[in-house]
């Protein structure tokens, strides 16, 4: 079983919604990540935050909004998306061997 | 550039040996991964190598070798569960965080 746990499982969202989806970890990782990933292919880095901080945004819209509470939680709001974003968004953590550990996804579909 | 390659689609029978053949080009090197991942699911860790050599888990065992980038799984005793999609990653020198993906390899497993 994962210890990153990942709410909600399947989220069905219009174009003017705003909605969050939460990602919670308890494995004492001090980086958490944010993947999409689209049929077929492999998991698209989004973004990394390090010790809390944002480390890495792979050039992302800002229609997707990661935020860090604190070092377990890790929260991407999402506003006026597009259809085309309707992917399973994978959230992750990593330790100090630095394996990229996954929750089980939430599954998004923009109508 | 980086470049990964793998098979796209390997079939095998229930009980038998299934090694899936994994070449990078990457800027540097610092580890490689290799994930599972059944249909509609998250992927899920299975090995890290980051010297070279055989690193055996159970059913699973990942190679390496740097000179070549070239790495391997080996899949003994085939269940129908095994029946996934197998993904490689690098990690490239520069990277604590981000990983070079191939675009994965599905196995089917026949009875």
């Known amino acids: 079983d994962t210890e990153v746990t990942q709410t909600p499982k399947h989220l069905v969202m219009g174009m003017t919604n705003k909605k969050s989806l939460k990602c919670e970890q308890h494995m004492g990782h001090r980086a958490m990540y944010w993947y999409k990933q689209k049929a077929k292919k492999p998991p698209e880095l989004m973004f990394v935050?390090?010790?809390?901080?944002?480390?890495i945004n792979e050039s992302v819209p800002s229609r997707f909004s990661p935020e860090c509470p604190n070092s377990s939680l890790l929260n991407l709001h999402l506003h006026a998306l597009q259809p085309e974003d309707s992917a399973l968004y994978l959230c992750?953590?990593?330790?100090?061997?630095?394996?990229?550990?996954f929750g089980e996804g939430s599954w998004l579909t923009v109508v | 550039g980086q470049n990964i390659d793998q098979p796209t689609e390997m079939t095998a029978t229930e009980g038998a040996i299934v090694q899936i053949n994994c070449t990078y080009q990457?800027?540097?090197?610092?580890?490689l991964f290799w994930y599972q991942q059944h249909a509609g699911e998250a992927p899920t860790f299975l090995s890290y190598?980051?010297l070279d050599g055989l690193e055996e888990k159970g059913r699973f065992s990942s190679f390496l070798s740097r000179s070549k980038g070239y790495s391997y799984l080996l899949l003994k005793e085939l269940q129908m569960k095994d029946s996934a999609s197998y993904l490689c990653?690098?990690?490239?020198?520069?990277?604590?965080?981000?990983?070079?993906w191939g675009a994965g390899t599905k196995l089917i497993i026949k009875p």
């Open positions: 190598n980051v």
């Open positions: 990653a690098v990690r490239p020198e520069d990277s604590n965080y981000q990983l070079i």
């Open positions: 990457t800027s540097g090197f610092n580890g």
């Open positions: 935050y390090s010790y809390e901080k944002l480390s």
């Open positions: 992750a953590s990593s330790g100090t061997r630095n394996t990229i550990y």
